[in-house]
């Protein structure tokens, strides 16, 4: 398949619906709208970290990344159809001086609907483990960090497949985003900067967006991470109130996080597009962010991943894109 022509008609469709429309601030409500929901499926999101996992660390230059960057298109042409599936590549210049090649992957479902939302999640995973005490400088493998978010909205993509959401939902998987060393802002969220400045679709203004970051691990809390408050507020309360309804109100509790620079702070600050970031942590009693014990060391693999996490965020979502946007089409 012709990429190029992939991308035409994504342009051409999201030129026809958002060419004429001005980014608007507005309050979110998602109400019941008594829509069918279909059943997310823990096991499958279980077995898209397994697929992952067994592809070795998906650090940017490595085999590992090459290979799961294929098998991410194979997946979302599966489900999204070949025509409505893009990969925008990009380089950076690492650290070494050497110029290492990047991939931000977009799937579009339902492009007839000119009304949309945005997910996301990011691919990559840490190119070092600087929190383990056992070889620091080698790459993670990223079970939750990276390879949770990836799999919940695969198994979402499958479900849409199936089932074609009444809103139009645009998923991306953005690369580069734990590249940085510590300390080194400008080195981290590189897909989510790149796709920001360079938008594959001109005037590209969804309702919202929702970030996944690391939504698979055990003993895992969602706290309302602070930029997302910043930013988006009533989006954070309206989605915390759809988890505390369909019973997830403990791992979804309505209390401020902490700060956390993630692909979200960039859609926000460079795209205008009203983001928030679902990211397991907790807030500290110095206001910082506490990640969990295994966060960027070699324990980031499949032990520590929980289906019930993955179920709770997945149901959050599903019931979200099926059964709580009231569908406005704007005019044209």
Known sequence: MNKSYGLLLITVGWILVFGCRPAEEQAFQFADQGREVPQFNADRAYQYIVDQLEMGPRNPGSQGHLDTRDFLMERLEEYAGES?????????EGYDGEPISMYNLIASFNLQSSDRILLAAHWDTRPRAENDPDRPGDPIPGADDGGSGVAVLLELARIMQENPPPVGVDIIFFDGEDYGESGDLQNYFLGARYWSANPPVPGYQPRFGILLDMVGGENALFPQ????????????????????????EELFPKEEGALIADDHMIVNRQAGIPMINIIHHRRG?????????YWHTHSDDIDIIDRQTLQAVGELLTEIVFNRIEIQEPAL
Do not use: C, K, T
């Open 285 to 293: 009693d110095d206001g910082n962010a506490q990640f969990p014990p």
């Open 84 to 92: 409505s599936v893009f990969m925008q590549a990009f380089e950076h």
């Open 225 to 248: 991470e602070s930029y997302s408050i910043r930013y988006a507020p009533s989006l954070v309360d309206a989605v915390w109130d759809v988890a505390g309804e369909i019973g997830y």
